[in-house]
């Protein structure tokens, strides 16, 4: 299994070289912390961390 990396603008996990969300390259393999989103309206997590997609997030990205 290949070790997802955590984009480190928008926190959105990955396993590809590229965040499939912002398009960014500055991925990081340190992190922790798995949010995963899928009602984005309802969820106070979301709101919290500024998330407004549904999908896999990082809650700390090193
Ligand atoms: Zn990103």
Known sequence: MV???AC??????TTDRICPNC?????SPN??????IEDIDR???AKTLDI???GRYALKVT
């Open 3 to 5: 070790k997802e990396l």
């Open 23 to 27: 398009k960014s390259k500055d991925l």
């Open 52 to 54: 407004s997609k549904t």
């Open 31 to 36: 992190w922790s912390g798995l949010i995963i």
């Open 8 to 13: 480190r603008k928008c926190k959105t996990l």
């Open 43 to 45: 969820s106070l997590v």
